[in-house]
Nanobody, 116 residues
Framework: QVQLVESGGGLVQPGGSLRLSCTVS????????MGWHRQAPGKQRELVAN???????NYADSVKGRFTISRDDAKNTVSLEMNSLKPEDTAVYYC??????????WGQGTQVTVSS
């Protein structure tokens, strides 16, 4: 069983920054994809950003230019640097991994609240 543990969420003022980290209990080097999703109250879970095997990154239009996803294979972590945060970024953020066989794992989620 693969475990994903997120950290770094919290309360931040509009315009502020946060860095989320997801530590995976196995090597991430062979994964097909890793990413971050988020779910706001009353809304469906949506993709925020992901990294596909080979290094291609994808971002939701709403976060392009503000968020950056990265990986550290030595530490088995995937991170999300979030800048210029807006109240509409408030959500529970979930880490997700997909193996080469298509097995999906999710983290437990970390709350991000953007409010003055």
């Amino acid at each position: 069983q693969v475990q994903l543990v997120e950290s770094g969420g919290g309360l931040v003022q509009p315009g502020g920054s946060l860095r989320l980290s997801c530590t995976v209990s196995r090597s991430i080097a062979g994964l097909a994809a890793m990413g971050w999703h988020r779910q706001a109250p009353g809304k469906q879970r949506e993709l925020v950003a992901n990294i596909i095997r080979g290094g291609t990154t994808n971002y939701a239009d709403s976060v392009k230019g503000r968020f950056t996803i990265s990986r550290d294979d030595a530490k088995n972590t995937v991170s999300l640097e979030m800048n210029s945060l807006k109240p509409e970024d408030t959500a529970v953020y979930y880490c997700k991994t997909i193996s080469m066989l298509g097995v999906v794992y999710w983290g437990q989620g970390t709350q991000v609240t953007v409010s003055s």
